[in-house]
């Protein structure tokens, strides 16, 4: 049975972090399956969830979100979910290792970027590999994307 174009424009992303964007330079990104309950799951059909503040942590080779907030769901009742639990992520191990190499290094960190549901309604979170951007490089962006932006109306008022 084919899913109709309604229920594919259900589908997608759900919660990001745009913090992580500004204040990290993203290094390497990993798609991990997330363990959740099913009043979590309808929270997130719902689009009730936040990811400031949130991180992944790994414990015992085993990886964790933390701080990511998905909302009650209402008509759970009393089989509803704690909102701040910390959450199991769903990673190959090679990628556990992987990672586990880097945060060890000076200057990692491992942050959530956004939560979305894939093509097969599976819940996902992508996650990355991360070095904190210095105040100078965020000026550094800022008059990047101001300069590209101007030549690139430039460019467009030329061609018309």
Do not use: C
Request: charged fraction near 35%; aromatic fraction near 8%; hydrophobic fraction near 35%.
């Amino acid at each position: 049975m084919a899913k109709s174009e309604k229920d594919k424009k259900k589908q997608g992303s759900v919660a990001s972090n745009k913090k992580a964007f500004r204040n990290f330079e993203i290094i390497e990104q990993f798609e991990a399956g997330m363990s959740l309950t099913g009043s979590e799951v309808k929270s997130l059909r719902g689009g009730h969830a936040d990811l400031d503040g949130s991180y992944a942590k790994i414990q015992r080779d085993e990886v964790w979100l933390v701080g990511a907030k998905i909302a009650t769901y209402e008509q759970a009742g009393i089989y509803n979910h704690e909102p701040t639990r910390s959450r199991k992520l769903l990673l190959h191990k090679a990628e556990i290792r992987k990672i586990q190499v880097k945060l060890e290094q000076r200057g990692f960190t491992f942050v959530p970027l956004r939560i979305y549901f894939n093509d097969r309604g599976l819940a996902k979170v992508t996650v990355a590999l991360a070095k904190g951007k210095r105040q100078y490089d965020k000026r550094q962006a800022i008059t990047d994307r101001d300069q590209r932006r101007d030549l690139d109306r430039a460019i467009k008022k030329f061609k018309q």
